[in-house]
């Protein structure tokens, strides 16, 4: 690891702490609740058909959001505002209800944001999977979700070569949320090495850090399951978004209708250019 990325990782684990502090503050308690032992099931009337999605109760933060935002209509009326083919289809920003055509979207939520819920690799990102969408690792080190968008993966189907060097991509990944993670539990000595305008002593930080790092990786291998490695070879999804994203939900009915939103025509932004929307949602 350079010496430059090492710094510019110090610097914007610095000045993003505070930020992911602030937008966590004024998140509204859940009151749903549900029985453990039953799933929630929502359904979702769109203009181009009804898609039914099950709640994982093992991620309950997640589904008692959606089951407050559901029950107070808030996702009454909301585009999908960004529809990739092969990828997923996104909607939930409350600011699309009253949206111009050439409205930029993406904005929008309740003003909150949702801890990360990681059940991985139980629950990964293959087709029909529904997740939370969040803003980048940049400004959102914590991995927080949106307090209302969310996605359904559609994703592709993966060869067995494609998942090795997929599986060794995320194994890289993950040493750099390891040494981000190291970094931040070092700032203070980082700090006075920076003050102390110390290069030798920031050298020899960094390759101590990079030697944990490679340590702790080493401990525990990253591997995908057998489910996960038959479920992207046979239905397909996205397993680069695994253990980056909060998966809370699945599709239980109508991958159709998602399949035909997901093959809409769209412009800039991954817009659709004719209006896909959430009519009703409801609890069933």
Avoid: C, W
């Avoid at 289809?89 to 930029?104: H, L």
């Avoid at 990964?124 to 927080?144: C, I, S």
């Avoid at 003050?195 to 002593?201: I, K, S, V």
């Amino acid at each position: 690891m350079k010496l430059k990325l090492f710094l510019s990782v110090v610097m914007g684990v610095f000045t993003l702490i505070s930020y992911s502090a602030n937008i966590a503050a004024g998140q509204p308690q859940a009151t749903t609740k549900t029985n453990d032992n039953q799933m929630t099931k929502v359904e979702l009337q769109t203009s181009l058909g009804n898609i039914v999605v099950e709640l994982y109760n093992e991620t309950p933060q997640h589904r008692d959001n959606f089951i407050k935002l559901v029950n107070e209509g808030y996702y009454d009326g909301v585009l999908f505002h960004r529809v990739i083919k092969d990828f997923m289809i996104q909607t939930g920003d409350g600011n699309s209800k009253t949206a111009g055509p050439n409205d930029m979207l993406g904005d929008g939520d309740p003003g909150y944001t949702i801890p990360a819920e990681f059940v991985y690799p139980k629950y990964f990102h293959k087709r029909g999977a529904l997740a939370a969408a969040r803003t980048g690792d940049q400004v959102n080190p914590e991995r927080r979700s949106s307090g209302s968008q969310f996605y359904i993966v559609t994703g592709k189907i993966y060869g067995s070569d494609e998942l090795k060097m997929m599986t060794q991509r995320m194994a890289d990944m993950r040493k750099q949320d390891i040494f981000r993670r190291l970094v931040t539990e070092n700032r203070e000595r980082i700090q006075a090495l920076q003050q102390a305008q110390d290069q030798a002593g920031i050298q020899e930080l960094q390759n101590e850090l990079i030697q944990l790092t490679e340590a702790e990786a080493a401990q525990t291998p990253f591997s995908m399951t057998d489910e996960q490695l038959n479920a992207y070879t046979s239905v397909g999804g996205t397993p680069h978004l695994d253990g980056q994203y909060t998966v809370f939900g699945e599709v239980i009915e109508g991958m159709d209708v998602v399949d035909m939103i997901q093959n809409v025509e769209t412009g800039a932004a991954d817009r659709p250019t004719t209006d896909v929307k959430i009519i009703k949602a409801r609890i069933l």
